[in-house]
């Protein structure tokens, strides 16, 4: 089992979860609108899931029903080249980046 990012992250990319994590698995380039935990690397110690200010970091089995569609965004995210990962989440990743615009946590550099 790993820890999962959902959909509140997208536009937000809060690093908080990335400054507690003992493993370093939690990542996402510059170009990324979220975060991602790599589930062949996080050890399930669920030290990000307090930091995280928008409340989208969940144990696998512990994801709610309307976010279930992002657990293999963040498997496939580290098993898919880019431009296929582009091709099959683009689209719902800028959805949910759209939906999140007005968040008091959406980070403005994002949105440029």
């Given at each position: 089992?790993?820890?999962i990012?959902?959909?509140p992250c997208?536009?937000v990319?809060d690093?908080s979860?990335?400054?507690v994590?003992p493993?370093?698995c939690?990542i996402?380039?510059?170009?990324d609108?979220m975060?991602f935990?790599?589930?062949?690397?996080?050890?399930?110690?669920g030290a990000?899931?307090p930091e995280?200010?928008?409340?989208?970091?969940?144990?696998?089995?512990?994801?709610?029903?309307?976010?279930?569609?992002?657990?293999?965004?963040?498997?496939?995210?580290f098993t898919?080249?880019?431009?296929a990962f582009q091709?099959?989440?683009?689209?719902?990743?800028?959805?949910?980046?759209?939906k999140?615009?007005?968040?008091?946590?959406?980070?403005?550099?994002?949105y440029?």
């Amino acid at each position: 089992m790993a820890y999962i990012i959902v959909d509140p992250c997208v536009g937000v990319k809060d690093a908080s979860c990335v400054a507690v994590c003992p493993v370093d698995c939690i990542i996402a380039t510059d170009a990324d609108p979220m975060m991602f935990i790599n589930p062949s690397e996080c050890i399930d110690c669920g030290a990000c899931v307090p930091e995280c200010p928008v409340n989208a970091i969940f144990a696998e089995d512990d994801v709610p029903a309307d976010q279930k569609q992002w657990t293999p965004v963040n498997y496939e995210y580290f098993t898919l080249d880019k431009g296929a990962f582009q091709a099959k989440y683009g689209a719902m990743i800028e959805a949910a980046k759209e939906k999140n615009r007005d968040s008091e946590h959406a980070s403005a550099a994002l949105y440029a």
